[in-house]
């Protein structure tokens, strides 16, 4: 919109500037859960604008200039990249935050990385997530607003009419922030918004001087005439171009909008009464008025078909006594919340003394109101829990909630409750996954027993075997564990290949390789059994001997010894694999040991009416001459 200098368009810079000082939050959204979300967590601080179609999304924006837009993705009809891109270059400051599931953040990517997209919400959300991003987002967009350059001194009379009418709006908005800031306990923990304007103070007898204090210590309307509505339209109708007062009318009429809409949705009826007509006199939006008034006549036809009926009893005493009850059993109720005890000890909670008192007292007001307080304060710590994960107590508070407050906020949380617990599900399975897969570059494969890739891969096939990157992550798992077990078998290590086998068969890992190292490991540890299972050759039948050769360096040098040989008989009955256990001394006879038993046969053993091949040991002594006629041939060992 460009400045004129005639009277129509200096009227829709005043509207714009309206506008622009209003629009807190634009949320494109048909998600009514998503949306009383937003409105929860970011309660009165910050103003929700609710539009539900794409076209009046740049209709408030154009009325508002530079904002924040929340998109829910399930509101657009077409692609989200391309509406992204198009409102980004319609409206390049507008701070844009989009809400949806991860598939949507994945095909945003690139615009979020780029900084387009400032943040992305994964829907469904808690009210603390939701208050988490709204700050951000109001924080992001008060910074651009402070980067904004000052007009050039050189602009025209229609700019300087301009810079006059922001002015005096600018002015407004920091009364009521800094009233709201001070007064306002909603407000409080809002951002903090300082705007600096180049303008004379307004004087006492300004209406703003008078309506703005009257605003921030939240007294709406009253019967003085010098409360804030009354304040406002008397300073309309003597200039009905007065910036400040438009601006603080709105704000009044969205509080008083926003009061009537918390007192409905907490079943508080007569504040809601009183809220609606209050609102009415403000000149709140009669649209927004009717469908107020027409939620608060369901809610008390609702309220009347569930009443329980009294007939009167002309035999029942005075109602003192019950009376009095009620009012103890109030006041045991309110010291229970008060102290935390909602739901427990069973027969000492704040539930037990509201459920009694709705048994002497089921519509009296009193009764009434506690029951709303007690309901409100389970349903918000439903909310906490839900934001610490804590959903086993989540679950017990809004089991106990049931029939205290109303159906529909206790089905709405239930939603939330099952939606959230979903997402922390997802989330833990993701982070399981992407732990595991660390592990597995850190070549911590099985070790920590608790802090290994094992460990996290397993733990995530126990809750979610059909996650879709569970299956290669064990896969590369079970290969890894295979190199490992054929390393192991290579440096002859076999203890340790089999513990290797054993952990990818744990796993689920099998192929090709891990059966090979496994049948080669299996002959080599059946190849050691077989060694180590020595029988004394004096066991064995003898068929054939052959004298050993005493050598000649021995004969000559006087020495004697013995050597032990083990050996195997084969099937046939020969002789081979014949190998010195131990020699005295060592080396001298060893050669002649051996030549002489591998030409040894012995009668083959049978097992089971079969001949089978045994592993023997002997032992040759080797005598001179001198003391024996011929070398001795020793008998077993």
Request: hydrophobic letters at 45%; a neutral charge.
């Amino acid at each position: 919109m460009l400045p004129s200098d005639d009277q129509d368009d200096e009227r829709n810079l005043l509207n714009f500037s309206f506008a622009s000082e209003i629009v807190e939050l634009v949320v494109f959204s048909i998600d009514d859960a998503f949306l009383q979300t937003l409105r929860e967590a970011v309660g009165n601080a910050r103003r929700i604008w609710h539009v539900p179609s794409a076209d009046k999304v740049c209709d408030l924006l154009l009325a508002g200039q530079v904002g924040i837009l929340v998109l829910d993705v399930q509101a657009l009809a077409e692609d989200v990249g391309v509406f992204v891109a198009q409102i980004k270059r319609q409206f390049p400051d507008l701070v844009l935050v989009v809400a949806g599931s991860r598939d949507a953040e994945t095909s945003l990517a690139n615009l979020i990385s780029a900084g387009t997209v400032y943040r992305f919400i994964h829907k469904p959300m808690s009210p603390g997530r939701a208050k988490l991003f709204a700050e951000a987002a109001v924080k992001k967009y008060a910074e651009q607003r402070r980067r904004v350059p000052p007009a050039p001194a050189g602009a025209g009379a229609g700019n300087q009419r301009l810079l006059k009418i922001a002015a005096a709006a600018l002015l407004a908005a920091a009364i009521l922030a800094w009233a709201m800031q001070h007064y306002g306990a909603s407000v409080r923990d809002a951002p903090p918004r300082a705007v600096a304007v180049d303008a004379a103070p307004a004087p006492e007898s300004s209406p703003a001087a008078h309506t703005d204090p009257a605003l921030a210590a939240n007294r709406l309307i009253a019967q003085d005439d010098d409360e804030a509505v009354s304040l406002y339209l008397q300073a309309l109708a003597r200039d009905p171009a007065d910036a400040a007062a438009r601006t603080g009318l709105a704000e009044v009429q969205e509080r008083l909008w926003t009061r009537a809409e918390k007192s409905l949705l907490e079943e508080r009826l007569d504040e809601a009464a009183a809220a609606i007509d209050t609102a009415r006199k403000a000149g709140v939006d009669g649209g927004r008025i009717a469908l107020l008034t027409a939620r608060l006549a369901k809610s008390r036809e609702r309220l009347r078909s569930t009443a329980h009926a009294r007939a009167p009893d002309e035999t029942r005493p005075e109602a003192g006594a019950d009376d009095g009850r009620r009012t103890r059993l109030l006041s045991l109720a309110e010291a229970r919340i008060r102290e935390g005890r909602l739901i427990d000890p069973e027969n000492d909670s704040a539930r037990f003394y509201v459920q009694e008192a709705l048994r002497i007292d089921p519509d009296g007001n009193a009764v009434q109101s506690a029951r709303q307080t007690l309901a409100t304060t389970l349903l918000a710590g439903v909310r906490a829990d839900l934001d610490r994960h804590d959903f086993d107590h989540a679950s017990r508070l809004l089991d106990a909630t049931a029939g205290i407050g109303s159906a529909a906020n206790v089905e709405n949380t239930r939603q939330l409750l099952n939606a959230t617990r979903r997402q922390a599900e997802t989330d833990a399975w993701d982070q399981l996954l992407k732990t595991g897969r660390e592990r597995l570059q850190q070549d911590r494969l099985v070790e920590p027993a608790t802090d290994s890739a094992k460990y996290y891969l397993m733990t995530l096939r126990g809750m979610n075997p059909g996650n879709a990157g569970l299956a290669s992550a064990l896969q590369d798992l079970g290969q890894r564990l295979v190199a490992n077990a054929r390393r192991a078998l290579d440096l002859k290590q076999y203890d340790a290949a089999h513990n290797w086998l054993d952990e990818a068969a744990a796993v689920g890992f099998s192929s090709a390789e891990s059966g090979a190292v496994s049948r080669e490991l299996e002959t080599v540890v059946n190849q050691q059994k077989f060694l180590a299972n020595v029988v004394g050759s004096g066991e064995l039948d003898l068929v054939k001997s052959v004298k050993p050769v005493y050598p000649s360096k021995a004969q000559a040098s006087q020495t004697e010894g013995w050597v032990e040989l083990d050996f195997t008989v084969t099937e046939s009955g020969a002789v081979k694999d014949v190998a010195v256990h131990a020699a005295n001394p060592p080396g001298v006879f060893d050669s002649a040991a051996i030549g002489a038993l591998s030409q040894w046969r012995y009668k083959p053993v049978l097992k089971d009416a079969k001949p089978v091949a045994l592993r023997s040991r002997i032992r040759m002594r080797f005598t001179l001459p001198s003391t024996s006629t011929r070398p001795r041939l020793p008998g077993s060992v």
